[in-house]
């Protein structure tokens, strides 16, 4: 199995409150931040959901890399460092091959 790590963005309780200025230029920053992801290859694709049952949570990720990397890479997105986002971060297996030829790691569950 082909294993990759899943981001769950979430809007912890308690988050700061910011101006909408504020707030705008943390989710421009933000979306660069996503954008270098994907550019370097650690991230295959990431963005926000809609119509959520649980309005905390904000998006998802796919990450090339390690649960321990992808931690260490999310240090520095600036809503998560602004403590607007926090993140749940874990591995995710699928048939060899489903997302293409670089998963994280690959894993025998044989």
């Not at 905390?56 to 990720?61: C, F, L, M, N, T």
């Amino acid at each position: 199995m082909d294993a990759y790590t899943i981001v769950v963005l979430r809007r912890p309780p308690g988050a700061p409150q910011l101006s909408e200025a504020e707030l705008d230029l943390l989710q421009v920053e933000h979306v660069a931040f996503n954008g270098r992801m994907r550019e370097a290859g650690h991230a295959l694709i990431n963005g926000p959901f809609m119509d959520q049952p649980d309005q905390s949570w904000r998006g998802v990720g796919v990450y090339r890399t390690s649960v321990e990397e992808t931690r260490r890479l999310l240090a520095g997105d600036p809503l998560g460092k602004a403590g607007r986002l926090t993140y749940d971060v874990f591995t995710w297996l699928m048939p060899e091959g489903t997302l293409g030829d670089r998963p994280a790691a690959q894993i025998d569950v044989g």
